[in-house]
C-alpha cells in the first residue's frame, strides 16, 4: 500500500491521471493462488495517490482466464464496472453475460463471485473496494478460507475450522464443545 504522509501537499496536478499516462502503466500479472487458470493483468489507480482504504485498479482478463477463484469477503465491499469486452459473471450458482456499462456490487456476506472470460477478446474492468485491516476470504469451490490480518494471510481447510471459544453478548456462556 502506498505511503499517505505528504497528499495534501501534492500539487493539483499530480491528482490527475491523464488516459496516455494510464496506458504508459506498466501491467502487473497477478496468478491467484488457488485457481492456475484465474490470471489477471492489472493497473494500481488508487494505490499511484496513496489511497490506503480503498482500492482501486485497471484489470484486464484474457480470452480463457477468470478474474480470480470464486470468493467471498466478509469484511470488504468489492465492486466493478465493465469498461469493454464481454465476459460471464459468476454470482452464487449463477451466470450472467456482462458487456460495458455493466455494474456489480459485492457487499459483505455477498454470494461468491468471480468473473470469466470464455469469450475472444479480452475484458477490461475497472475494479474497486474497500481494503479492511481484518477480512476472511471464502472460497467454495476448492474448500478454503483465508484470513487476513494487516498484511498477514492465513489459509485453512474451511471444514477443519471449528469455534473454540466465543464470547457470549449476553446471558450464559454457550455450551462446551467435546
Excluded at 40 to 62: E, N
Excluded at 119 to 138: H, K, Y
Aim: aromatic share 8%; glycine share 8%; net charge negative.
Amino acid at each position: 500500500m502506498a505511503d499517505r504522509t505528504g497528499n495534501a501537499n501534492r500539487p493539483p496536478r499530480e491528482h490527475l491521471l491523464t488516459a496516455a499516462e494510464l496506458a504508459a502503466l506498466p501491467e502487473t500479472r497477478l496468478e491467484h493462488q488457488h485457481n492456475p487458470q484465474a490470471v489477471r493483468y492489472f493497473r494500481s489507480l488508487g494505490d499511484r495517490f496513496g489511497f490506503a482504504r480503498t482500492g482501486v485498479h485497471l484489470v484486464r482478463i484474457a480470452p480463457g482466464s477468470a478474474s480470480s477463484e470464486l470468493h467471498n469477503h466478509e469484511m470488504e465491499e468489492e465492486w466493478v464496472y465493465v469498461l469493454s469486452g464481454r465476459g460471464l459473471a459468476c454470482i452464487g450458482e449463477e451466470r450472467f453475460e456482462v458487456a460495458p456499462g455493466d455494474f456489480l456490487a459485492y457487499p459483505p456476506f455477498g454470494p461468491a463471485h468471480n468473473i470469466e472470460n470464455p469469450f475472444a477478446e479480452d475484458i477490461v474492468l475497472l475494479v474497486g473496494g474497500s481494503r479492511e485491516d481484518s477480512d476472511i476470504c471464502n472460497y467454495p469451490r476448492v474448500g478454503r478460507r483465508q484470513w487476513k490480518t494487516g498484511e498477514v494471510r492465513e489459509w485453512v481447510e474451511a471444514d477443519t475450522v471449528r469455534i473454540v471459544r466465543r464470547k457470549a453478548e449476553k446471558g450464559p456462556p454457550p455450551p462446551k464443545g467435546p
